[in-house]
C-alpha cells in the first residue's frame, strides 16, 4: 500500500511539470526533473506509472479539441483518444527493471525515451520531455537531443537511496548542461537578415462559404499591403478552405500588384478524385510551397479511412527562399521532434511555423504548441516567425 501511494505521488509530480512546463517557454527546463522522479521506481513498471501522470495531464484536453473537429460527434471516441494516447506513451518505460544493474537500467531508460521519440510511436509523440534540450543544450539541434536523451537516460538509472557518487553524477549532470545554457544565452539572440513578416489573423473556423472566403481574401490583401518593405510575408495554416479557381480571382487584385512581396498563405486543397485534402501552404496562384507532413492524428489525419488530409511525414521541412533557406513547420509538427531533421541539422535559416487554434481556442494545448515551436527554434539556434489564426 505505501509503495503504492509512492507511486500515485510521483506520478501526480510528474503531471503537475507536465502541467506547468508548457506554459512558458522557460518552463521546458522543468523538463529535467522527469528522469529524478524515475529514480523512485523500485519495481518493473514503476517508471511507467510514474511517467503516465506526466502524458495524461498532457492529453487532458484532447476530448473538447476532437469534439470541436468532429462537431460534437464521436464522443466516445474523443474520450477514448487521450486514454490510450497516454498509456501509448507511458508504456515504453515499463521496459526499465529497477533490479537489474547500472548500466542495463541506463539503456533500458535511453531507449524508453529513444521509443517515445522516434516513428511509428514518434507520430503521436505529442510534447516529447526531451523538448528540454532546447534549455539544456541550446543551438546544437540534434546533437543537443541526443545529450539530453543521455542526460535522463543516466539520470532515471540512479538508485534510491543514492551513494555518494551517485549524487556527485547527478549533480554533474544537472550543472553542466545549465552551464552551457547560461553561456548559450549571453550569445545573444540569433538574427536574420531576410525581411520575413509572420500575420496573425482571428478568422475563425475555416469555411468554404462566399462570406468566409471575402473576409480571408480581404485580411490578406490589408495586411501585405502594410509590409511593403517585407520580401515573404506568412499567413497562418488552412485560413484558406479548399483552395479553388475562385480564390484565385478573389486573390487576383494582389497578384497584379506591382513590387508586392512574396506571399504564402495557409489553405487545404482537395485531391481530385479523393474524399482526402492536403493542407499546405501555397502562394496567391495556389501552387503549393510545402504540404503539411503529420497532420493533427485523427483530427485531420486518419490513415486507413480515405478521408482527412494526407500525410507526408517523410518529405522534407525545408523550403528554399532566395538565398535563405526555411525550415517549416505546421500545426501538430510544432510539438513532434523526429519530423525536423532539416531545422535539427543546422541547414535552416529560420523557422516559419503557421497554425490554426480554432479547434484548441481556450485551451493549455494551444498555448504548449507555441512554446514547443519556440522550443524547436532555440534547438536549432535560429529565429522564429510564427503565424496563428484564432
Known sequence: MRQALRIATLSAFAGLIGFTAWQHPEGVLLLIVLPILLIGAKRRGDAALIMLGYFAINSAEIPGILLNFFDGRFVAMAYAAPIALALLQAAPF??????AGYRVRALQAGLAFLILTLPPLGFVGWLNPLFASASLFPGLGA????????????????RHPARPQEIVALAASITLPLTANAVATFRGPETLT????????????????????????????????????????????SIIHGFADVDRVGLMPLRMAADRPEVWIGATKRREGEGRIENAIVQLDGSMVIRNRLPVPIGNWRPFTGSGAVAAPFASDLVRFGEHTLAVSI??????????????????????????????????????????????????????????NE
Open 94 to 99: 515499463a521496459l526499465i527493471d529497477p533490479s
Open 143 to 158: 546533437l543537443g537531443i541526443a545529450a539530453t536523451l543521455a542526460y535522463f537516460a543516466l539520470v532515471s538509472a540512479l
Open 194 to 237: 531576410l525581411p520575413i513578416e509572420a500575420v496573425s489573423t482571428a478568422l475563425g473556423r475555416p469555411s468554404e462559404d462566399s462570406a468566409y472566403r471575402e473576409r480571408a481574401w480581404r485580411a490578406v490583401e490589408e495586411a501585405v499591403r502594410l509590409r511593403p518593405d517585407a520580401a515573404l510575408v506568412v499567413f497562418p495554416e
Open 331 to 388: 500545426c501538430y509538427e510544432d510539438g513532434v521532434l523526429w519530423g525536423h531533421p532539416g531545422l535539427l541539422t543546422g541547414q535552416a535559416d529560420a523557422l516559419v511555423s503557421v497554425s490554426n487554434h480554432w479547434a484548441l481556442a481556450g485551451t493549455r494545448t494551444a498555448r504548449a504548441q507555441e512554446v514547443a515551436a519556440v522550443a524547436l527554434a532555440r534547438m536549432a539556434g535560429v529565429p522564429l516567425k510564427r503565424s496563428v
